[in-house]
């Protein structure tokens, strides 16, 4: 079976092109992919300190400042002191930022149940396997 590269790049960009299409229906946020990023990092620990943010994002300390005080001016995240080590500052949701990521999260599950309705559970486990060994081989040459 010969395999055409071209066509299996046109796909991808189709792909990506109807996700796109259909997450313009959720609400407009005015936020980058590192801004987003730090968002799923906080839902996913329930809070962090700064350096496991900067970390995780990789990038400066002071640009995690920025992108925390950004957050902050717009209610979504707070920024309070460790009670063991005031050093440490911890940044978690406030209500209204939890809130709104909730709502957003719920909506992108609708759009991502909608738009791979056309794929049994089988393929969609297969679909996750494939595209979390290809994110895997893709991150470990970039690291070295």
């Known amino acids: 079976m010969s395999e055409d590269p071209d066509e299996m790049i046109f796909s991808f960009f189709n792909i990506y092109n109807v996700f796109k299409k259909r997450m313009r229906g959720l609400p407009k946020i005015d936020m980058n992919v590192t801004e987003i990023g730090a968002l799923h990092f906080i839902n996913k620990n329930g809070q962090t300190t700064m350096k496991d943010l900067s970390e ?62 056309c794929l049994n559970e089988k393929e969609r486990h297969e679909l996750r396997l494939i595209s979390r060994k290809m994110f895997n081989e893709f991150s470990l040459k970039e690291k070295h």
């Open 56 to 117: 995780f994002l990789e990038i400066s300390p002071p640009s995690t400042t920025a992108l925390i005080d950004k957050m902050i001016k717009i209610d979504i995240l707070k920024r309070n002191f460790s009670e063991d080590d005031r050093r440490n500052v911890i940044i978690s949701f406030t209500d209204n930022g939890l809130k709104m990521f909730e709502n957003a999260k719920i909506e992108k599950m609708r759009i991502f149940k909608e738009t791979f309705s």
